[in-house]
């Protein structure tokens, strides 16, 4: 049986956040990434086409970058990218809290530079 998710808020600078709950009712995928992984990278790309072709339908794709240097490295992710969704940042204890309390079924995919683990 499906139950809320708990909140979540991800900045897109500029003092604004876009939260979880603005698209109640729609099924939303939430990407935590980083913005310099490749697979990261390939995954907005894979997302940017569900969002087209889903969002009529009611897909909401949001994406959060989780390292570090997130908001410097952001505005050039995005001109690169060009998601059709928001994609913001957090640091990575927002994104554990909230994944502790995943509302259904969740896949992630964390690359570091010397090795790869998938859950």
Not at 13 to 28: A, D, E, F, N, T
Not at 54 to 82: C, H, K, M
Request: net charge positive; proline share 8%; aromatic share 10%.
């Amino acid at each position: 049986m499906p139950r809320q998710s708990p909140e979540l808020a991800i900045n897109l600078g500029g003092g604004k956040q876009v939260l979880l709950s603005q698209y109640q009712g729609k099924v939303v995928v939430v990407a935590f990434i980083l913005t310099w992984c490749p697979h990261c990278q390939k995954t907005i790309g894979y997302l940017s086409k569900d969002q087209t072709t889903y969002g009529p339908r009611g897909l909401q794709v949001l994406a959060s970058a989780i390292e570090d240097i997130a908001r410097t490295n952001l505005p050039a992710f995005i001109r690169q990218f060009n998601p059709p969704f928001p994609v913001g940042f957090d640091n990575q204890t927002v994104a554990i809290d909230w994944l502790e309390h995943p509302p259904m079924l969740i896949r992630t995919c964390r690359s570091w530079r010397s090795s790869t683990a998938r859950a």
